[in-house]
């Protein structure tokens, strides 16, 4: 959980992020996440009360602190949205716990965060259509799941296709990445099937995850992107949204590694570029 605070203190002390743009979300209530998640689940999970099975599916122990920051990263990601609705462009320095089902924590989600802000959304008739832009380098099977019977959200995965989790579920569309792909053929890959998506879905919203384990180093990315790779990918997502007027909200998403400060810069990248792209316009 370190890597949050110190994306933070790196987006300030580069005054990126200021108490003018800062915006802080509050916790989540139980019978608010009920309304994506199984209400005995949520219960569980408020509780303390997860069995062991439940827990080694989740990949972490249960704590306060754990359960703070995934009641709490919902609400960031619905008011990121809400704001990309109002700014055209908004970023959660959390988020992308994609892994997370109906009724079970998984890879270190717990609550989908993504799931839970298109539905608000979307039933609270703010938008009629969202897409899900995933480009996490392992499959958003939780939201390919979660979301395969809501015809308002198209559900988009592009992922490394030997990689977690083993049994993928089916998204609206899969990309299904070899292992190594390097910076070129996996741009193309990426804006291309951006474009179409654009062009097909004419969404209100793209919820973007700006997975950064695609990394050439990431221990569990198995892919071989640079990080000016990360940034092309991150800008140009980001660009192709705004140049239609469809407003895009980013949330983090993966990155894995030992050097706690190196991977807080890597999930900075894609709010350095947003930041960017807005002084540009």
Known sequence: MEKFSLLHTHLRRRRIACVDNEFRP??????????????QYVSAMVNGTLGAKALRRMGLPWSEALLKRSCIAPMGTLMTTQLALEHGIACHL?????????????????FNDQVFAGRQLLDRGVVNKVLMFDCDVHQGDGTAAMLADEPRAFTCSIHCEKNFPVRKMRSDLDVGLPLGMTDQDYLDTVF?????????????LVLYDAGVDIFQHDPLGRLHISEQG??????????????RNIPIATVIGGGYDDDREALARRHAIVIEQAFALQVES
């Open 26 to 39: 509050g916790r989540a209530k139980a019978a608010l996440l009920s309304q994506a998640h199984c209400p």
């Open 94 to 110: 959390a988020g992308g716990t994609h892994h997370a089902h109906y009724d079970f924590g998984s890879g270190f989600c717990i």
């Open 192 to 204: 291309s099937t951006l474009e179409s998506l654009l062009k097909s879905e004419q969404p209100d």
């Open 230 to 243: 990360i940034a092309d990918r991150d800008r140009g997502v980001i660009a192709r949204c705004r140049s």
